[in-house]
């Protein structure tokens, strides 16, 4: 069975074929993970989820930590590991689909994955994550203070997805980058560990 993801994944792909980079591809780390890089909170097994070209990974790996970034966009895929070889970091890169994640991962980051999904596949997408999860999980996504994004979150929504078997260490509201929005849209900030 193809999962939502899989068959979206050519349109994301389209993403970063084009001449312009995708709106979301700032070319560099998140504000929001960068501080939490430097605070020391990424340890031990770090998968980055929905990685597009890599930034978070690559940042992971730049700390010495043993890194996965998956992504369903082949050629986000190959960005990022032509920027893995450019910066001399050991990271592996795979081609996958996010509802089906395999391995087990002490940090697992999403960076503006979860809100594209509806409420659906976002049970299905939670769920996978609770399969490799065995640490923390950090989750950057859009909120609903701006509603002119894919499938804006709640408060409410948020907690609800992670409602059974994760405890929420810290929910703090943020900014998400985009090459649209350079100051940053409204974003949730989720920290949340398996129990």
């Not at 990685?51 to 990974?57: L, R, V």
């Not at 890169?93 to 596949?121: I, P, Q, S, W, Y």
């Not at 609800?160 to 409204?186: C, I, K, N, Y």
Request: glycine letters at 8%; one cysteine or more; aromatic letters at 8%.
């Amino acid at each position: 069975m193809t999962s939502h993801e899989q068959r979206a994944g050519a349109s994301w792909d389209a993403s970063y074929t084009r001449e312009e980079p995708a709106p979301w591809d700032i070319g560099r780390p998140q504000p929001a993970f960068a501080r939490l890089a430097e605070a020391g909170a990424f340890t031990g097994a770090v998968l980055d989820v929905g990685c597009g070209t890599g930034e978070h990974a690559l940042l992971a790996a730049s700390l010495g930590l043993t890194v996965v970034g998956v992504d369903v966009a082949p050629t986000a895929i190959a960005f990022a590991r032509s920027k893995a070889q450019a910066r001399n970091l050991d990271v592996t890169f795979k081609v996958g689909d996010a509802l089906r994640l395999r391995g087990t991962f002490d940090t697992v980051l999403d960076c503006g994955l979860l809100h594209t999904f509806d409420a659906a596949e976002r049970r299905a997408y939670v769920a996978s994550l609770a399969a490799v999860t065995r640490g923390r999980l950090f989750v950057l996504c859009f909120s609903d203070e701006h509603t002119d994004v894919p499938h804006p979150v709640s408060e409410a929504e948020l907690r609800a997805a992670f409602a059974d078997g994760w405890r929420f260490a810290a929910l703090e509201r943020d900014v998400l980058v985009t090459r649209f929005a350079p100051e940053g849209l409204p974003a949730w900030l989720a920290t949340l560990d398996r129990t």
